[in-house]
């Protein structure tokens, strides 16, 4: 037997039908304000839907950020184009000499104030920081010895 269609907009509005995780035909009610559209959940609300929409597919946040992350995935180009690139006020922020912190650093920022966070942070990031100071250290000094070649030479 088919459910009503208007039971159907009833229940749950605000879970996300494209996920394929979710039945929206399911029984437990929502407030009011959830039933009329999404838009009109607070931000905390909404971010408390799309969690249960992840733990009914059974995919920690982690997991989901990673599967968007991962270069080898095409489907994802989109999301992380906008993860990655700086937005439209971000860059006319920029113009003003002052430094822009865009979404992705405010997240950083986050994670490293938690004490738990830094502690992942710092150590993840050791190995890639030295690599990185190394060869920037490595660089200049070629380039001050090819300098210092020149001047050399001309003397």
């Known amino acids: 037997m088919m459910p009503d269609p208007s039971r159907i907009l009833n229940e ?6 494209d996920s394929g995780f979710v039945d929206v035909t399911v029984t437990t009610r929502l407030p009011a ?26 995919m920690s946040i982690l997991d989901f950020i990673l599967r968007i992350l991962d270069p080898s995935q095409p489907d994802f180009v989109y999301n992380r184009d906008w993860i990655y690139n700086s937005s439209k006020g971000e860059k ?8 822009v912190s865009g979404k992705l650093e405010q997240m950083f920022d986050h994670i490293f104030a938690d004490s738990r966070g830094r502690a992942r942070m710092l150590k993840w990031f050791r190995p890639h920081a030295v690599a990185y100071i190394s060869s920037t250290v490595s660089n ?14 001309s003397a």
């Open 12 to 17: 749950d509005f605000n879970r996300s039908v």
């Open 140 to 153: 200049e000094m070629d380039a001050v010895k090819e300098a210092l070649r020149g001047t050399l030479d």
């Open 33 to 58: 304000a959830a039933v009329a559209t999404p838009s009109r959940l607070s931000p905390n609300e909404r971010v408390k839907s799309v969690i249960n929409i992840l733990r009914e597919g059974r």
């Open 92 to 99: 006319q922020n920029s113009g003003d000499g002052q430094h």
